[in-house]
């Protein structure tokens, strides 16, 4: 019998404004630096963004994931960062995260 063991390392873990842990794995900050690399000079404002949002919103389709909302005036167009997160066993981690025009 093989067994595999994943071990993931998380870039951080913080408690959001409702006191859950939040973590960001290394795997999804990867995945934010591909997909997303206009978010990759924001790490910090992602974890402000958890712990002090401007709005928290419900994914419509799924009860466990919510988006995290930002405002930076800075910004020229979309000046809203959205950090979602799935919640499971009252656990989050985030899934993802970027500059929106609109809070949904």
């Known amino acids: ?10 870039v951080f ?21 591909q997909e997303h690399p206009e978010v990759a000079p924001y790490l910090e404002d992602i974890k402000e963004t958890l712990k002090t949002p401007l709005k928290i919103t419900a994914y ?3 009860e466990n994931v919510k988006y995290y909302y930002k405002y930076f005036k800075e910004r020229e167009v979309a000046k809203y960062l959205l ?4 919640y499971l066993n009252n656990h989050g981690f985030i899934v993802t995260a970027y500059f929106v025009k609109n809070i949904k």
């Open 13 to 33: 873990e913080i408690e959001d404004k409702t006191g859950r842990k939040i973590h960001l794995s290394d795997e999804r900050w990867k995945h934010l630096n």
């Open 60 to 62: 419509e389709y799924d």
């Open 83 to 86: 950090v979602i997160v799935k």
């Open 1 to 10: 019998m093989v067994q595999l063991i994943c071990f993931m390392t998380w």
